[in-house]
């Protein structure tokens, strides 16, 4: 299911924050509104396997920098952040429904 949920929620991420030249703005639009239904028949055992893909994700993005001083840090919105919280602690599946 790991794998599942990083896709899932590389998926929504994009969904989210993708620009128009990734998505158009009307389509990802049409798809955040279908995500409540979505959420709404997720198991527990579903939204806590995506909740641990958007820990992952934020290990990832929020990272101290490497031997090379990179770290996609400085390229993560406060919006995404915030993102990132809401699913980590659960309040994304309850804020969408």
């Not at 299911?1 to 969904?15: G, N, Q, R, S, V």
């Not at 995506?50 to 406060?78: H, I, K, M």
């Not at 309040?91 to 429904?97: P, R």
């Amino acid at each position: 299911m790991k794998t599942l949920a990083d896709m899932t929620f590389e998926y929504i991420w994009l969904m989210m924050f993708g620009d128009e030249d990734q998505i158009a703005p009307d389509y990802a639009v049409q798809l955040q509104e279908s995500l409540s239904l979505y959420f709404n028949e997720m198991t527990s055992a579903e939204k806590s396997a995506l909740s641990q893909a958007a820990e992952r994700a934020r290990d990832f993005l929020l990272a101290d920098p490497d031997e090379n001083g990179f770290t996609p840090q400085a390229l993560v919105s406060n919006e995404q952040r915030e993102m990132l919280d809401a699913f980590i602690s659960g309040e994304a599946f309850e804020s969408f429904l």
